[in-house]
């Protein structure tokens, strides 16, 4: 009965998943250069059995060395004011409103320690 639980759940986690693909792509894949590098961490993922954090190293580094190569095309910020201003949308992100929002030491240290809270909770339970 739990198995055919799961069964019929598929089809619902797919799309949430499929929905959140498409407003992360939209956000995230500005150019082509963008579009391909998914492109071959989807392949290198699923066809290659390359392990996520490999891919995920692979991509801070492709990064890292994009941006001081050629920067206009790792730029998504200054392409996301681009899009706005073209098409006068009521916002824009600017550089220094990126910078604020980095989070401080110890922000990430409270999120760090509720996550590993809220992470150890289950396995609590379940030990008891």
Do not use: C, H
């Amino acid at each position: 009965m739990v198995q055919a639980l799961f069964y019929g759940l598929k089809p619902a986690v797919l799309a949430i998943v499929i929905e959140a693909v498409i407003r992360i792509g939209r956000q995230a894949l500005k150019n082509r250069l963008m579009v391909l590098l998914s492109g071959l961490a989807f392949v290198g993922i699923f066809f290659v059995n390359i392990p996520f954090p490999v891919i995920v190293l692979t991509a801070g580094l492709i990064s890292y060395l994009g941006g001081k190569v050629r920067l206009e095309a790792f730029d998504v910020i200054r392409q996301r004011e681009i899009q706005a201003t073209d098409e006068d949308e009521a916002y824009v992100i600017t550089d220094s409103l990126a910078q604020a929002r980095k989070p401080s030491l110890g922000y990430a240290a409270r999120v760090a320690i509720i996550g590993l809270l809220f992470w150890s909770l289950p396995l609590l339970v379940s030990w008891l």
